[in-house]
């Protein structure tokens, strides 16, 4: 059956990059096919240049309320972060597929800023999800969140893409 599902992506500040903000738009309007498709980038905390610790922490945890203010009740989130669990396209289908079949409407994918998600937004996400061990640039890590997310529908739905 069809899986009309919403997808937030909530991804800290704004793409620099013209040629990332075009890959994420494209990606964006192809997810369109298969789910509702929401973008927010919520602004991240300006640190200085070598930030201590807990200047960082506490800019973490302003982020995370920024982050928070996008996610509705209910919905599933997902945290983008180096020790979450890899998983293959047709895995990240899968349990796409799994949370619709679950009656899930909402699904976030919450990108924290340089310095990642605080450990509490964390923790209180459903999911915790690694892209990969390789270290990306944000903006890259951002566009190849958004295939991904469409190349999973695109197998839920049968559609040549994938292929």
Do not use: W
């Amino acid at each position: 059956q069809e899986i009309i599902m919403n997808v937030n992506f909530i991804a800290m500040g704004k793409l620099k990059e013209s040629y990332f903000r075009e890959a994420c738009a494209e990606y964006s309007k192809r997810l369109g096919a298969f789910a509702r498709v929401s973008c927010a980038e919520p602004a991240p905390v300006d640190l200085p240049q070598n930030p201590s610790a807990a200047q960082i922490s506490q800019a973490l945890e302003l982020e995370a309320s920024r982050i928070r203010e996008h996610i509705k009740p209910a919905s599933y989130t997902v945290a983008l972060c180096v020790e979450g669990k890899e998983l293959s396209s047709e895995a990240l289908a899968d349990k796409l597929a799994e949370l619709g079949n679950r009656g899930i409407s909402t699904v976030n994918f919450a990108v924290g800023s340089s310095f990642g998600l605080s450990e509490e937004l964390k923790r209180s996400a459903n999911f915790r999800m690694s892209m990969s061990t390789m270290t990306f640039p944000h903006s890259l890590a951002r566009v190849m969140l958004y295939e991904q997310v469409y190349r999973a529908f695109s197998i839920i739905n049968n559609s040549k893409y994938h292929k």
